[in-house]
């Protein structure tokens, strides 16, 4: 049996932060990994080019049943501390809206910094290696069997992420440990996803496939103002994805796809000073054609606005701008950027990520029940709780 001090399982964006920091204090770290490849979410994210971290980090920017456990993390390992890694690595990197930090060449630099970083350490990475079961022998005495070697540990870290792209290696490994040793997990559901539509509504929008539109998204309590995006499959872009995070199966979202101006004034004023213009013409300098046509009906459009009628331009305004429609669900966690739910945090230290009633065992990262908005916040969250737990365990 070999004996490590620090047995961490995946070798992702957390994991590999954890196994860095513990390594700079002197333990002897094993990260384990099932995939054939260490990080491969990161070399995905970001169509490539790793949104590694915001510029704005708030523990607004997360969903969990407690709201306040982000905070610790994100204030003691900042968006800041991160971004000095990444230019220490002379990593050329840019912003995007809303404070998004990408790299300028490829997610490769960001993994490759990390394992760079744990070879410095002398952290041993061991891929390919499926773990068979765990076993707590007493406090800070973990045994670890594997298709490979069995293995003792002091500290046991979690950090094999939630649900979300199963192809890239998802599993349920982390909850089933979580409930191995009593600890509470939330239910969980797939987030920032694209939304699929009933039958009905998919064959009204089936010709707008590609069309991208700037809309406010609303869902319950929470907005957000970005693209939105007609696919084949449904509904995506930014803003749907992230409203997604809120919405529960049968509710409607609300979509206004012109939210710069009072549709219903700007009717009934062009109708005062040019009668004659048809509403097709008028609602052609402000919206794509082929989407003008999915939501009015032919005959209106055709109409000059001195025959239409005032309740029907509100009939119109509230069709573009008030825009209500019922996903008939989303596509699951097969094309999911992050899991909602997981792992307790009321079990967890916010301080040092060790569960409070098991002594030496720590999770990090996805496999919590803490999902960022889209933008680099689920990273943060990674290297944060990452650099944090890599303090104790």
């Not at 070879?119 to 005495?141: A, G, M, R, Y």
Request: with cysteine; hydrophobic share 40%; proline share 3%.
């Amino acid at each position: 049996m070999k004996k490590v001090d620090v047995i961490i399982i995946g070798a992702s964006a957390s994991g590999l932060m954890c196994a860095i920091e513990a390594a700079k204090r002197g333990r002897h770290v094993l990260v384990l990994d099932h995939a054939n490849k260490a990080g491969k979410k990161i070399l995905m994210s970001g169509g490539g080019r790793c949104n590694f971290t915001n510029y704005n980090i708030n523990s607004e920017n997360y969903i969990s049943h407690n709201d306040h456990f982000v905070k610790s993390a994100l204030s003691r390992f900042t968006q800041w501390d991160f971004i000095a890694m990444v230019e220490a690595y002379k990593i050329p990197y840019h912003e995007r809206e809303h404070g998004q930090l990408f790299c300028n060449d490829s997610s490769k630099d960001i993994l490759n910094l990390l394992l760079n970083e744990c070879k410095k350490e002398n952290v041993k990475i061991q891929l390919n290696t499926k773990i068979i079961k765990t076993e707590q022998k007493s406090d800070h005495h973990f045994i670890i069997k594997s298709n490979s070697e069995n293995y003792h540990c002091q500290s046991l870290v979690i950090a094999s992420g939630g649900l979300s792209i199963p192809k890239m290696g998802a599993s349920p490994f982390g909850y089933k440990i979580a409930e191995q040793f009593n600890i509470k997990v939330w239910p969980t559901s797939a987030g920032l996803v694209p939304f699929t539509l009933h039958k009905q509504d998919k064959e009204t929008l089936a010709d707008l496939s590609g069309i991208a539109i700037n809309s406010i998204v609303n869902s319950k309590n929470m907005s957000f103002r970005e693209n939105i995006l007609f696919t084949h499959r449904g509904l995506s872009g930014p803003a749907l994805l992230q409203i997604s995070s809120y919405w529960l199966a049968g509710e409607a979202i609300v979509i206004n796809l012109l939210p710069d101006i009072n549709l219903l004034e700007q009717l009934t004023l062009t109708r005062e000073k040019q009668p004659q213009i048809k509403l097709k013409t008028l609602l052609q300098k402000l919206l794509p054609k082929r989407l003008i046509k999915a939501f009015i009906e032919t005959t209106l459009l055709e109409k000059t606005l001195q025959e239409i009628s005032y309740e029907q331009f509100q009939d119109i305004a509230s069709q573009l701008q008030n825009w209500s429609i019922k996903p008939n669900g989303t596509e699951g966690y097969r094309t999911a950027e992050v899991t909602i739910g997981g792992v307790d945090c009321d079990a967890i230290s916010s301080k040092t990520f060790e569960a409070k009633s098991t002594a030496g065992l720590y999770f990090i990262g996805e496999v919590m029940d803490v999902s960022g908005w889209l933008g680099g916040y689920n990273f943060q969250w990674s290297w944060s709780s990452g650099w944090c737990a890599g303090q104790y365990v």
